[in-house]
């Protein structure tokens, strides 16, 4: 039961969002965030047509957020520059992607002081869950 639970409360994202983003693709994007897994940053993720299944011929656009704890953000130096990396490498293989284009004037690496609780309820954290109906 616990398991379904949690697979009811997480974010859906549409069918054909998620067959834009091939095996190799989730392979660059999870090993683009491996350095965020000490929960040092938080990847979120704006579908502007995230209640859309789009035809092949429409693009999803999306803004992608790098949220950085605090104390991360103010006091290391090594850390943040990890983050910027990781992002830069992130947005650059999503938006390679046909059929995703991310907004790169929206995206960025915010501190976790300054991600408003609009945004967050505006974004989904990045899941590979999402992903996972794929065989």
Not at 65 to 80: K, M, N, P, S, T
Not at 84 to 103: H, P, R, W
Not at 107 to 116: A, L, N
Request: glycine fraction near 6%; proline fraction near 2%.
């Amino acid at each position: 039961m616990a398991w379904y639970a949690l697979r009811a409360g997480r974010p859906s994202w549409p069918d054909a969002f998620v067959k834009r983003i091939d095996k190799d693709t989730e392979g660059a994007l999870e090993a683009a965030i491996e350095p965020l897994k000490e929960d040092i940053a938080e990847v979120r993720l704006g579908i502007v047509e995230k209640d859309l299944e789009l035809g092949d011929d429409q693009s999803y656009h999306v803004a992608v957020y790098f949220v950085v704890d605090a104390e991360i953000w103010e006091g290391d130096v090594e850390g943040r520059a990890a983050i910027s990396t990781a992002f830069a490498t992130f947005v650059s293989k999503l938006n390679a992607c046909d059929g995703i284009e991310v907004d790169q004037d929206l995206s960025e690496v915010v501190s976790g002081d300054e991600f408003t609780w609009q945004e967050t309820r505006a974004t989904d954290e990045w899941n590979f869950a999402n992903l996972s109906h794929r065989e």
